[in-house]
């Protein structure tokens, strides 16, 4: 946590409301997303009881398993959840643009889940599903292994820092606010929403007091609420179960257990929609659709594999997929972190307070400055003095750029306390033309204020690896085969 967010807890504490600590939306907010609330047994290993889903607050879908212990019903609501989701992520797969030598859909599907269990709930619905056969023993509808792959698809993007394929509700406002409490109680999305818009008359600590009373509001799931499964939910399926099948008696129990799931999830419902308005409220960084375009490239990619024939996710990757992988996730945290601080000042503050960044007036520029490069041939670099009165724990040689001039890389020279101000000079490398004396326009002018952080993109190469079938004994030998049924 940097230090503006845990002083912003701090005003949130005393002021009794959440406190902004973005200016900006930092994530894609779809103009349709697809929210999707969902429960499962508590005891039971990824076992659905009900999900609410749908692409307008006014028009939910409900579905429930009346006995989640029942195989038949199980599948029964997966056919149903794939009726939802499969037509609408189909429904972004038509129009396409021409980019860089390539195409890729102008728009990409996104789903709104509460919280992180949520996304890992929908990640293992995914790995179960996935690889389900449609003939032989116990054949499944081909709806039901291709929703497994999409699932798969959705978690697998979640992972990747930035993306917004699919978010969890509480992240996405954790990244927005800063409540007075807890990260753990973050998690719950009724107390976030309590601190960052509570019900007039009642304060955040009010508000997210009342969060916790589960008759109240319910648990965002995707487990219930002990209490509610002991006196409602057990004694509504045991009737259901007990009842002949297709007796009117069953039918009545299973009208009482869908109206007492429709009860939970419901008030969860409602935050949802209100925490997307509250989203929509903010204006997005300007960041944003670069992300969203990565998205959509990597959305295209997968539905020309599925559509082409190609397998599905294996169950784990291999030691160099996994090395690979986990080189592009620490890469493109690095280049997220970099862009939520240059398109947000209240982000590059937390910086600022670490010595990271520093905001300083301009005070001098020597454009006709000329060194020697490597080979003896004299270049411009030009060195620009800056003045700040922040704190600056950078040292010579680290490479820096403007938030107002990012094609513009500088290097620290020098850095001189002079009371109770710092005087950092700058050598610029790039960002001013190839002129020995470069345009005035080109340069930082003295009195120009500017921010500068060493918080650079630089993407880290993966090491050399060995190919996935030269895999050694020592981490795991070659990938096996992974297209089995689980």
Request: hydrophobic share 40%.
């Amino acid at each position: 946590m940097s230090a503006i967010a845990s002083y912003a807890r701090v005003l949130a504490v005393a002021a009794g409301v959440a406190q902004p600590i973005a200016t900006v939306r930092h994530v894609h907010l779809s103009p349709r997303p697809l929210v999707l609330v969902p429960l499962s047994l508590a005891g039971e290993a990824n076992a659905p009881l009900a999900a609410l889903v749908g692409t307008h607050p006014d028009d939910p879908t409900l579905l429930v398993v009346p006995q989640p212990r029942d195989r038949d019903l199980r599948f029964d609501f997966l056919t149903e959840l794939a009726a939802i989701v499969l037509p609408y992520i189909q429904g972004y797969c038509y129009d396409i643009e021409h980019v860089k030598g390539h195409d890729r859909y102008t728009n990409a599907p996104q789903i709104l889940v509460p919280n992180e269990t949520g996304i890992r709930f929908l990640g293992l619905l995914g790995r179960s599903t996935r690889f389900r056969r449609t003939d032989g023993e116990y054949p499944v509808p081909p709806t039901i292994p291709l929703l497994g792959r999409w699932l798969t698809f959705a978690a697998e993007r979640a992972e990747h820092p930035g993306s917004a394929i699919l978010l969890a509700m509480t992240d996405v406002l954790a990244r927005h606010w800063a409540t007075g409490q807890s990260a753990m109680e973050d998690a719950n999305l009724a107390a976030v929403l309590g601190w960052i818009d509570p019900p007039d008359g009642l304060t955040g600590v009010e508000a997210a007091r009342l969060a916790e009373d589960p008759t109240v509001y319910p648990p965002a799931g995707p487990t219930t609420d002990p209490t509610f499964d002991n006196d409602h939910l057990v004694p509504a399926v045991r009737a259901y179960s007990e009842a002949e099948p297709g007796s009117a008696e069953q039918e009545a129990a299973r009208r009482s257990v869908t109206a007492k799931l429709r009860s939970q999830l419901e008030p969860t419902w409602d935050l949802m929609w209100r925490a997307v308005r509250l989203l929509r409220d903010l204006p997005a960084g300007s960041s944003v659709p670069e992300r969203w375009a990565a998205d959509r490239d990597r959305f295209t990619s997968h539905h020309e594999h599925v559509t082409g024939g190609g397998p599905p996710q294996g169950r784990r990757d291999g030691a160099v997929a996994s090395a690979q992988r986990l080189n592009r996730l620490e890469n493109e945290l690095a280049a997220y972190e970099a862009a939520r601080a240059f398109d947000d000042p209240l982000v590059m503050a937390g910086h600022r307070a670490t010595g990271a960044a520093f905001v300083g007036s301009v005070v001098a520029v020597d454009p006709t400055r000329r060194v020697p490069n490597s080979k003896g041939t004299l270049v411009t670099r030009p060195l620009v003095t800056v003045v700040t009165r922040d704190p600056v724990h950078l040292s010579p040689g680290t490479t820096v750029v403007a938030t107002t001039r990012r094609n513009q890389t500088a290097t620290v020279e020098d850095i001189e306390p002079d009371g109770a101000s710092v005087i950092v000079t700058l050598e610029l490398s790039s960002g001013f033309g190839r002129a020995k004396v470069p345009p005035p326009a080109s340069l930082p002018a003295p009195g120009e204020e500017l921010c500068y952080s060493s918080l650079v993109v630089t993407s880290v190469p993966t090491p050399p690896l060995p190919e996935p079938d030269e895999t050694p004994w020592t981490h795991g030998g070659p990938p096996q085969s992974q297209d089995a049924p689980e």
